[in-house]
């Protein structure tokens, strides 16, 4: 079965600092997609970053890139420059199907002033 | 274009007691699909609808249904209600055409309180 494991539950870094989360998965399977999504306290889930299996160049998007290392199976979300809204529960999600998103545990993600 | 609109926001309901849920699409979206969510077992996948049919179902039981109608607006429904299904119930909708990689828009989520 395909899991996501994210092995960061929380951090908490200054603005304007650089923060990674953590992505690990399971997966058989060879040609796939990975997400990072966020959670506010608004409760809406919003897509930050999406990176293609088959692609070897690290998706990106403004301050928002990935690190993927296919062979690992790792998917880490960088954010440069952090400011108070990206404060966020933030998932990394496989998709196996159809809309079948499987998601991680989640990293709660705290931006200080 | 107006977004995922889940509705009630909130709803409180008592045990054996039976609900349903409502998710309007973003308009062309043919694709909605529901995801339970709870602090212990985090995001989970329960169903998704396509033009009607529903093509994927994830690991609940029976007493968890759904259905989709033709102006592609979609109903979940719980029947005789446990406490542990207690939990914030998202709805997400997409195009539907390429299984594998579109972007997912969600709802701000139904928050469900069995007592």
Redesign the interface.
């Given at each position: 079965a395909q899991t996501v494991t994210q092995s960061q539950p929380e951090m908490s870094v200054q603005e304007a600092e650089t923060v990674t989360l953590s992505c690990t998965y399971d997966t058989s399977e060879n040609?796939?997609?990975l997400f990072w999504?966020k959670q506010p306290p608004?409760?809406?889930?919003?897509?930050v970053i999406?990176q293609?299996a088959y692609k070897q160049q690290n998706a990106t998007e403004n301050r928002f890139s990935v690190n993927f290392q296919k062979a690992a199976k790792s998917f880490s979300l960088k954010i440069s420059d952090s400011q108070l809204g990206d404060t966020a529960m933030y998932?990394c999600a496989f998709?196996q199907?159809?809309?079948?998103?499987?998601?991680?545990?989640?990293t709660r993600l705290t931006i200080n002033p | 274009k107006a977004g995922v609109t889940q509705t009630p926001r909130y709803l409180i309901k008592t045990r054996g007691q039976q609900v349903t849920l409502s998710c309007s699409p973003i308009s062309g979206h043919r694709s909605v699909s529901w995801y339970q969510q709870t602090p212990g077992q985090g995001l989970q996948f329960l169903f998704e609808y396509f033009s009607e049919t529903q093509r994927n179902k994830g690991n609940f039981p029976g007493r968890f249904s759904g259905r989709q109608f033709s102006n592609s607006r979609s109903e979940m429904n719980v029947s005789t209600l446990e406490l542990g299904d207690s939990a914030l119930y998202l709805c997400a909708s997409s195009p539907g055409q390429f299984l594998f990689s579109e972007k997912l828009f969600f709802g701000s989520g139904t928050q469900l309180s069995v007592l």
């Open positions: 040609n796939y997609y999504y608004s409760r809406q889930m919003i897509l999406r293609e998932f998709i199907g159809a809309q079948k998103l499987v998601f991680g545990q989640g | -």
